[in-house]
């Protein structure tokens, strides 16, 4: 591996490491996924009613994928959702024409606005998936 390359991995699993970035894979059977689905989505909607006055600091997602028998649980900080809000906004200037990069705007403006709380749940016969501010 080239020293320069191998230098900006270590960098990145630093920083990654750093700003609270996490990934997290469990093995679970459907129904303890089911339980830790329903179990996360009381506790996101207290906080969605409880603080509503401060800002939130990480985009937090969680999946359950039944194929693999995992519940993914996936946590972001929200400046490196923002950081790559932006630089799709400015890499689809070129790409998708300025329609695109208006809505990505709007939604990278959004984003820093929004309270904590639940943006997104989608439940399906297959698909289990919470997304929140946190």
């Known amino acids: 591996m080239l020293p320069g390359l191998k230098t900006l991995l270590i960098t990145v699993a630093i920083l990654l490491t750093l700003s609270s970035c996490l990934v ?7 129904g303890e996924a089911e339980a830790e689905l329903q179990r996360v989505r009381q506790r996101v909607l207290k906080l969605s009613t ?9 985009l937090k997602m969680l ?3 039944p ?3 995992q519940l993914l649980s996936i946590s972001l900080p929200l400046w490196l959702v923002k950081k790559g809000l932006n630089h799709e906004v400015e890499s689809a200037a070129h790409s998708h024409g300025p329609d695109f990069e208006l809505d ?5 403006l959004a984003v820093g606005e929004m309270p904590p ?6 439940l399906t016969d297959r698909e289990k998936v919470l997304l929140w501010l946190e």
Do not use: I, N, R
């Not at 997290?24 to 459907?30: I, L, N, W």
């Not at 990505?104 to 990278?108: N, Q, Y």
């Not at 709380?117 to 989608?122: C, F």
């Open 104 to 108: 990505m705007k709007g939604f990278s």
């Open 117 to 122: 709380g639940l943006l997104a749940e989608v």
């Open 24 to 30: 997290v894979a469990v093995e679970k059977t459907e």
């Open 63 to 65: 999946v359950y994928d």
């Open 50 to 58: 409880h603080s509503s006055s401060s800002q939130p600091h990480h």
């Open 67 to 69: 194929d693999e028998g």
